[in-house]
């Protein structure tokens, strides 16, 4: 349930809320690196009633269509609400009349089921809690549209619960049959389109960034591309190549293709974007080109490391070089929104893993990693899964799985595990077996960064263990 009270005197105004950030690692090196505050609608879990489902609630919502009441019915609507004026200093304000303004279903990002957002709507003049307070429009669409690494952040909540009813963004008539997509923050759509990726995930999210008729005062020579709309890692499967049709003939036909990286769940609709829109213009590091398949990329293209500049719309994004997860794996920055799109190197659910016969690399990764931490991106955009709402916290967690994981891999080879069968069946004794293939990858590299560390016992024979990785 997410509640949008709205000022009495200046209905321009809405409430927003200081979210909790997430727990702290106690490890100096890690609470260092803080995420900035996060202001966002109240919510809270809307729970099913446990007695007398669909009873109704006591607090009255008012609804247009009566068929939804059926729905709140089975919902606890009285206590979500309660919990909620309680968690922004209203206590007990029950004569705030409080309306239905939307039920929002999610994407289907995976691997979780997607849930329904509940937004309703009332009005008050109450004092608030310190942590809460009253915005406009315009300060939420400046906070977001002009953002700075560590000021505050507005959440996505606010997104689809307000702005998006106030305004007509230039991305709404993007493949509007297109039913799951999310628009967050505003200029920037996330499409999962089902793909041939590897599981638990299911879907690859198509980025799509378009700026409408607005020019800014950037002078397209200046960058090493610009176009009118820019799509990031086009690689839905062929059941989706009608849907990504739709997409590409819905763009202006100056359009900019950014792969992060070759894997074909990223690059299999490469053919379909170059047969819907001929003039398009693909970007690419150089390692991840030579892999696309021959074909599907034949029209211009344009090889970038890492630092380069492309304006879109006149809006600024700056190319990230971020190896690790492949050698020619690559980030990008929306420097307006200050949004990052992490590519594989980091994912919705679960941690990563390297590719290693595509030029995957620990000791890449880990600066990649930190690389990223000191941009200090107010939202994490990965191909795979939700947007991360705290990017530092998540992308320390990811240090430490993979030092927990390395410290794990030393323990086992100091107890005598000298193949890489040995050592997969040790660190991942507790993971479905299916998956080992998958880890070997990451443990093979994780070796290869001990060695660098001069970490590994002297009795550890390299040649004896690179020998195993056949059997395996």
Same mark, same amino acid.
């Given at each position: ?164 009813d106030s305004n007509e ?99 299999? /609709?490469?053919?379909?974007?170059? +047969? ?5 213009? !693909?970007? *690419?590091? %150089?390692?991840?080109? #030579? ?5 599907d990329w034949t029209s ?96 320390? /967690?990811?240090?430490?799985?993979? +030092? ?5 891999? !030393?323990? *086992?080879? %100091?107890?005598?595990? #000298? ?54």
């Open positions: 349930l997410t509640v949008i009270v709205r000022r009495t005197s200046n209905d321009s105004e809405f409430l927003i809320t200081k979210h909790k950030p997430p727990p702290k690692f106690n490890d100096s090196e890690y609470d260092s690196y803080q995420d900035s505050d996060l202001w966002d609608l109240p919510s809270v879990e809307l729970s099913r009633r446990v007695n007398n489902p669909g009873s109704g609630s006591a607090v009255r919502v008012e609804v247009e269509d009566a068929s939804l009441l059926d729905f709140l019915s089975d919902f606890d609507v009285d206590s979500a609400i309660g919990e909620v004026l309680r968690l922004v200093g209203l206590g007990e304000a029950s004569d705030i009349k409080w309306s239905l303004s939307k039920i929002v279903l999610e994407p289907e990002f995976g691997p979780e089921i997607p849930f329904k957002t509940v937004f309703i709507a009332g009005a008050t003049e109450y004092p608030l809690a310190d942590h809460c307070k009253w915005v406009s429009y315009n300060d939420c669409q400046t906070l977001l549209q002009e953002a700075k690494p560590q000021n505050d952040r507005i959440g996505p909540l606010v997104v689809i619960g307000v702005l998006n963004t230039a991305l709404s008539g993007i493949a509007p049959n297109l039913r799951y997509q999310q628009e967050y923050p505003p200029g920037i759509k996330l499409i999962p389109m089902r793909s041939r990726t590897m599981k638990p995930f299911r879907t690859t999210n198509l980025v799509v960034f378009f700026n409408g008729n607005s020019h800014e005062n950037l002078k397209a020579d200046e960058f090493v591309a610009s176009g009118d709309a820019l799509i990031v890692d086009p690689g839905c499967s062929s059941a989706m190549h009608r849907e990504l049709d739709h997409v590409i003939s819905s763009l202006p036909r100056k359009l900019v293709v950014f792969v992060t990286h070759h894997h074909h769940d990223h690059v299999d /609709g490469l053919s379909i974007v170059q +047969r819907c829109n001929p003039e398009a213009v !693909l970007m *690419a590091h %150089e390692n991840t080109f #030579r892999r696309i398949r021959e074909g211009k293209h344009i090889l970038v490391k890492g630092s380069e500049e492309i304006s879109i719309g006149g809006k600024l994004l700056k190319v990230i070089a971020a190896q690790g997860h492949t050698d020619g794996h690559l980030g990008l920055l929306h420097v307006a929104t200050n949004s990052l799109i992490a590519g594989d190197h980091c994912v919705g659910h679960g941690s990563a893993v390297l590719d290693i016969t595509g030029g995957g690399n620990m000791s890449d990764y880990f600066r990649t990693t930190y690389k990223f931490m000191e941009l200090s991106p107010h939202i994490l955009i990965p191909m795979h899964g939700r947007v991360n709402m705290w990017p530092k916290h998540m992308l320390c /967690g990811y240090l430490q799985n993979r +030092r927990n994981r390395e410290s794990t891999i !030393l323990k *086992a080879i %100091e107890s005598g595990a #000298r193949t890489l069968f040995d050592i997969v069946a040790y660190t991942y004794a507790g993971i479905d077996r299916s998956l080992w293939i998958h880890a070997s990858s990451n443990v093979r590299l994780h070796v290869e960064h001990l060695a660098l560390q001069n970490k590994l016992p002297e009795d550890f024979s390299q040649d004896n263990f690179n020998a195993s990785i056949v059997e395996f």
